[in-house]
């Protein structure tokens, strides 16, 4: 259950997570919503979350994740506070943090 009360289910793994699912932060304020779940499937290696907000999209790295969920994902910092997915990674990001950035931005500008 989530701070707000709202009822996310059974836990899940990231390779079943469904877009269009509610994203929430800590405190149960909404985020956005999922928008595609970043990672290496072959080497089951989860990046993170690529999220849509309100404030256009944003990156959630698999560290700021805190729980996966049937109906929703818990992460560690509000919407705000989320890196915006770009081609050029701000300096001093780890450089795993990095790379799933630059994948975030990949995916957003493929054409659909």
Known sequence: MSENGEDLGAPVSYLVLKEGI???????????TVEHVLADERQD????????????????????VDG??????IVSEP???????????PAGL??????ALRKAWDWLIQPK
């Open 22 to 32: 509610p994203v929430y932060d800590r405190s149960g304020d909404s985020v956005g």
């Open 45 to 64: 290696v989860f990046h993170g979350l690529l999220l849509k907000t309100a404030a256009g999209h944003r990156f959630a790295g698999g560290d700021q």
């Open 68 to 73: 996966l969920f049937e109906r929703g994902v």
């Open 79 to 89: 919407a705000a506070r989320l890196a915006e997915p770009s081609a050029d990674a």
């Open 94 to 99: 780890a450089e795993n943090r990095a790379t």
